[in-house]
């Protein structure tokens, strides 16, 4: 057998045949020179055979795959030719996208091993600096998104999440009927959703819109409000839960400065017990809880309160509900109690976003889901400085597009 037949066949390279090899030791690499398979000059839109018109001077090197501890790069000069329909293009390279400096299996192994590991173990298995590997990464999905459109999109759900050790924002755009992200813009404003509803989506997509899920946030309601006619907005059933117990640990606090030291000691590790749900919780928190009946009133008051509003999310006529709701708000507005008043005033003017909850069980439960792996991402990668990074690592493992599956399959073996 042919030496360059035997590396060919060794390393299982596709679509190309070997015209030589040479060995670099000391770097310990090995540069093959190769060229397309059935001498090529193929067009790379549409794959007919085109007239060679010139032959770049300096011949160009794509990286493939690392073997045995070798980095190996294959070497060619590509040509121009003259396509009937297409004029003239640069000739197809079978085993590297047009301008791509690295092969489709070296991206496809790229993509999968940043899907499981941290960028900077990427790097090292792939024997390439973790800089390089982050702006090949960019560049490799930015390719492979490029051009792919939203579709489908029915339920959509809003969201912010920080990066860059918590000081900055961005907002995530979810799809809940197929659980993944299709959107990330930077900031967490109006200015900021805008953008998702004015550029990325057309009129008909914004109309196909039938449901949305968000926070409490005025922009997001508004933008919902303003850019989708046909939507019901639903509140997101946990961050409403959050707010109430946000308010409950507020009097918590206040009884908390205003207790002596004796008190105090009866409050002590009373914050999660106070925030636990009911059937989460035991005998004995039971127990502890309603000793607060005698210990201390007003946290006792928001806590049953707050206990009582869990059953709000179990109703299954709306009616019932709407009747439900109304009595608890009165009977939160004449408890005293200044933190559960201020949210009832927040969910009363809500009302209308917070009883379709009934009818539809629309939650962004999907996107917190979502948010535990993107909080995954970014601690193995211990935050990340720039959106764009970040954004590229959220697409790449819950995104809309399964961007590993793009590269074609006989690149797919590693
Ligand atoms: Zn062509």
Excluded at 23 to 34: G, S
Excluded at 170 to 192: F, H, I, M, N, Q
Aim: charge should be positive; glycine fraction near 4%; charged fraction near 30%.
């Amino acid at each position: 057998m042919n030496i360059n037949k035997f590396i060919r066949i060794l390393l299982n390279l596709k679509g190309l045949s070997v015209t030589g090899f040479q060995f670099r030791i000391r770097d310990r690499e090995l540069d093959l020179w190769v060229k397309p398979y059935k001498n090529g000059c193929l067009c790379s839109h549409c794959k007919r055979r085109g007239r060679i018109i010139r032959t770049m001077d300096t011949p160009r090197a794509w990286r493939d795959l690392p073997v045995c501890g070798w980095s190996i790069f294959l070497w060619y000069c590509p040509r121009e030719i003259l396509c009937p329909t297409h004029s003239r293009v640069q000739e197809d390279i079978p085993w590297a996208d047009a301008y791509a400096r690295i092969t489709y299996r070296f991206e496809y192994a790229m993509l999968v091993y940043c899907q499981l590991m941290t960028q900077k173990a990427a790097a090292r298995i792939l024997h390439i600096p973790k800089s390089t590997l982050s702006d090949l990464l960019h560049r490799t999905i930015t390719r492979i998104r490029d051009g792919h459109r939203i579709r489908g999109l029915k339920s959509v759900g809003i969201d912010e999440i920080s990066y860059c050790r918590r000081h900055k924002y961005a907002t995530v755009v979810y799809d809940l009927d197929r659980s993944c992200v299709v959107w990330v813009g930077r900031g967490k404003g109006r200015e900021t959703i805008d953008i998702f509803f004015n550029e990325v989506l057309s009129d008909y997509q914004k109309s196909k819109i039938k449901w949305a899920c968000c926070d409490m946030s005025e922009s997001y309601i508004g933008a919902i409000e303003d850019h989708c006619p046909n939507a019901t907005l639903v509140l997101d059933r946990f961050h409403i839960a959050k707010a109430l117990n946000e308010a409950v640990d507020e009097v918590r606090k206040e009884q908390w400065r205003e207790a002596s030291l004796d008190e105090r000691k009866a409050l002590k590790g009373l914050r999660w017990l106070l925030f636990k749900h009911s059937s989460k919780r035991s005998k004995k928190d039971s127990r502890i809880l309603n000793a607060l009946s005698k210990g201390n009133r007003r946290i006792y008051r928001a806590w049953v309160l707050k206990d009582e509003f869990e059953q709000f999310w179990d109703y299954k006529a709306p009616w019932a509900a709407d009747r439900f709701i109304k009595r608890w708000m009165s009977t939160a507005l004449r408890s005293r109690l200044e933190p559960i008043r201020k949210f009832v005033k927040t969910i009363r003017k809500h009302i209308n976003r917070i009883l379709p909850f009934i009818g539809s069980r629309l939650t962004n439960a999907v996107a917190e889901g979502l948010n535990r792996i993107i909080g995954i991402i970014k601690n193995r990668a211990s935050g990340f400085r720039t959106l764009q990074a970040f954004t590229d690592m959220i697409f790449l493992t819950v995104g809309d597009l399964d961007i590993p599956a793009q590269i074609p399959v006989k690149f797919r073996a590693i």
